[in-house]
């Protein structure tokens, strides 16, 4: 089993910035199939930003030059940092971990951030 925890969420003025992290914990194979999605009230869960198997990145055309996912191995950790933050973009952030030897996809249980105008 792989236990993931956000934090960092929080209350923001458009324009600011948060960092985000998620923490992994349990039967980790590895954190490079690790991303950030997230949901807004009324709409589906999107993808963010994403680490791709090989180590390249992936982001949603609307965040991609504000938003930054990193990771640190060692620590288990993947962090987004969220520049120029704007209103659409408050939602609950959620962290994902697909495990490539068994196909299970794993969920935080999310962190809210939002952002006032």
């Known amino acids: 089993q792989v236990q993931l925890v956000e934090s960092g969420g929080g209350l923001v003025q458009a324009g600011g910035s948060l960092r985000l992290s998620c923490a992994a914990s349990?039967?980790?194979?590895?954190?490079?199939?690790m991303g950030w999605h997230r949901q807004a009230p009324g709409k589906q869960r999107e993808l963010v930003a994403s680490?791709?198997?090989?180590?390249?990145?992936n982001y949603a055309g609307s965040v991609k030059g504000r938003f930054t996912i990193s990771k640190d191995n060692a620590k288990n950790t993947v962090y987004l940092q969220m520049n120029s933050l704007k209103p659409e973009d408050t939602a609950v952030y959620l962290c994902s971990l697909f495990d490539t030897r068994t196909g299970s996809l794993y969920w935080g249980q999310g962190t809210q951030v939002t952002v006032s105008s």
């Open positions: 680490f791709i198997l090989g180590g390249t990145t």
């Open positions: 349990g039967s980790i194979f590895s954190i490079n199939t």
